[in-house]
């Protein structure tokens, strides 16, 4: 079993859509960390949180830690938001654990 | 612009070769790590390193081994003992380390490493 699960694995969404990413993990955590990979394959990263909730631009990241349960959400989607997301969890046991990536494509 | 390069973008391994990937960073960050990216899996860590001159196996570095003789500079040698070197490989670095902590990973743009 996966330290970290991500759901949808594929995601297409028309353009202007709300769009949902989610993650599960099942270890203790110092940080949840939302990552971007570009078709080009670097990666950067989005989001890091621990608690509540995290807005930047038309991305949001929540978590749940009673749950262990984090969103990623996208307002008003737009083709250039079209990559792999991935979820990423730094544990207290001091491993770091990566999902396997969603990858969404946003058609015009 | 501070950040993360590698190089080369692409590189071709023969049968038996030894292969060394280039990490260079000007963030002037302690912690430095190396992940192999495989289709349908999540990064894994080959090495890390948290100070200069000292560095850790990850989950994978049968195959692999690393130096860290400059605080900049952390290049990966993928050996002929590797026997599926066929994979993405990135280059990360954070401010101190500790790993798992709650700090940001920069990651470089990555090597793409085929053999023939």
Known sequence: KNEVEQSPQNLTAQEGEFITINC?????ISAL????QHPGGGIVSLFMLSS?????GR???????????????????HPRDSAVYICAVGSTGNQFYFGTGTSLTVIP | DGG??????YLFRKEGQNVTLSCEQNLNHDAMYWYRQDPGQGLRLIYYSQIVNDFQKGDIAEGYSVSREKKESFPLTVTSAQKNPTAFYLCA???SGGYGSQETQYF???TRLLVL
């Open chain 1, 59 to 77: 991305l949001i990241a929540t978590i749940n830690i009673q749950e262990k349960h984090s969103s990623l959400h996208i307002t008003a989607s």
């Open chain 1, 24 to 28: 599960s993990y099942s270890v203790g």
């Open chain 2, 4 to 9: 993360i390069t590698q190089s080369p973008k």
């Open chain 2, 108 to 110: 470089g743009p990555g």
């Open chain 1, 33 to 36: 960390h939302w990552l971007q």
């Open chain 1, 52 to 56: 509540g909730k995290k807005k930047h």
């Open chain 2, 93 to 95: 670095s954070s401010i």
